[in-house]
């Protein structure tokens, strides 16, 4: 019998074991999840014949930013049943436990999660997938990882997604974690601004050719490609699908100065221009979750600084606030998922630093410091940005959780630029 346990503050569900657990591990999980500052110790169990799972899994876990992960050393002795000596993991200040164990015939896994201090299993599942934890098959084991968080938090995590960037002029896919990273676009072309569609099987950018830019959609399983009407004969840049994936807003030049427009993806059709005017310079445009608005950069009162108006081109108005002489042009915005927020790159001293702009608190804070720091792009889970920074050397992929600060690398093979991240892939 399953129990619910309720996440005070968040009023999440908590998925719980068959057996009911203490009500004093209740308080204490109850405890945990009510302070964002205090995150639970958790361990994946040693796993014979499962090293590669349990190495991205574990791996996944940590780069979810919801744990205090606890790392074995490799002398510990494996756990090969449900017969499981909790006192070592006590020891260790653990309170959950992440256990593997192969299906018959090495099919996949059963997945349980344990509880600790009372030594009880909160939750448990099988997964089919491919053991190796190569190619394609990582996006099943990032999956497992996924439930676990979702078993554990009552949000799912975001390790089954992947990022977009621009490397060599080419656009590249690399999985969430680092790993994976391959070229999508061809050599000899020079390809810019990718962006995902909200499914994630296929994506927009521009081709640079001829001083002409082409959108270009194309499908992540086959590569073939779709050269959108209309766009061949002029200049179109910065690409964004709307959320439910029947818009595409992107930039082109008219009247010589840059303009937002808007067409129908499905259709392939009817253009619809944005933004009026000759003199001022209008891309990047981003939609806010529920497609009523969009966020863009314009220079029509000056340096450029982020706008919105309402998805049909009316009810214009400055967005994120600026004060001359402080802070200089703002660029590259993302609306997050939900909604509240507006990530973008602003020009600080001598560099750019990314900003985080709350709509509701009508405040902008700086969450970046060092080296140079731009184009800032969402996770699903609204907490974790991708962004591109010179801070080791060379610009490189770089992943910042707002809620601990904590920043990681995605090394990619050379410099990277203007990634973008995408939602939940869903399974085959």
């Not at 807003?249 to 009247?255: I, K, M």
């Not at 200089?328 to 990314?354: K, T, Y």
Request: charged letters at 20%; proline letters at 7%; glycine letters at 10%.
């Amino acid at each position: 019998m399953k129990r619910r346990i309720l996440v005070a503050a968040a009023a999440l569900l908590l998925c719980v074991a068959r057996v009911e657990a203490q009500d004093t591990t209740r308080a204490v999980l109850r405890l945990l999840y009510d302070d964002p500052k205090v995150r639970p110790g958790l361990v994946v169990l040693p796993a014979p014949a499962l090293d590669s799972v349990r190495a991205i899994v574990e791996r996944d876990l940590d780069y979810s930013d919801r744990f205090e992960m606890i790392f074995l050393p490799t002398a510990m002795e494996p756990v090969s049943g449900p017969e499981i000596n909790w006192g070592p993991y006590r020891a260790m200040n653990a309170t959950l436990a992440v256990q593997l164990a192969p299906l018959p015939a090495g099919t996949g896994v059963t997945v349980r999660l344990w509880d600790v201090a009372s030594g009880l299993l909160r939750n448990e599942g099988t997964a089919i997938l491919d053991l190796a934890g190569e190619g394609e098959g990582r996006l099943a084991i990032h999956r497992v990882s996924d439930e676990i968080v979702r078993w554990a938090t009552g949000t799912p995590g975001i390790a089954a997604t992947r990022m977009l960037y621009v490397s060599d002029n080419r656009i590249w896919r690399v999985d969430s974690d680092g790993y994976g990273a391959r070229a999508l676009t061809p050599g000899g072309r020079i390809a810019y601004s990718p962006v995902w569609s909200p499914g994630g099987e296929r994506f927009a950018y521009t081709e640079l050719t001829e001083g002409q830019g082409l959108v270009v959609l194309q499908s992540v399983a086959t590569g073939s490609r779709t050269v959108f009407p209309t766009t061949q004969s002029t200049m179109n840049i910065t690409p964004a699908f709307s959320p439910d994936g029947r818009w595409l807003a992107f930039s082109r030049v008219v009247d010589r100065s840059y303009a937002l427009h808007q067409a129908d993806v499905q259709a392939l059709c009817c253009v619809q221009r944005l933004t009026a005017g000759r003199f001022a310079e209008n891309l990047s445009p981003t939609y806010s979750p529920d497609g009523r608005r969009i966020g863009f950069v314009s220079t029509r009162a000056g340096p450029p600084q982020i706008y919105a108006m309402s998805a049909d081109g009316t009810n214009v108005e400055l967005l994120v606030p600026f004060d001359y002489g402080r802070t200089g042009a703002s660029f590259a915005p993302d609306w997050s998922p939900d909604g509240i927020q507006i990530a973008f790159h602003r020009q600080m001293g001598g560099g750019f630093q990314v900003m985080v702009y709350n709509l509701t608190t009508e405040r902008v804070r700086q969450v970046t410091s060092e080296g140079t720091n731009e184009d800032p792009a969402w996770a699903p889970d609204g907490r974790h940005l991708v962004f591109v920074s010179t801070r080791t050397g060379r610009r490189q992929l770089h992943v910042i959780d707002l809620e601990t600060g904590r920043v990681r690398v995605v090394t990619t093979p050379t410099s990277a630029q203007l990634p973008a991240w995408s939602g939940r892939l869903a399974g085959p």
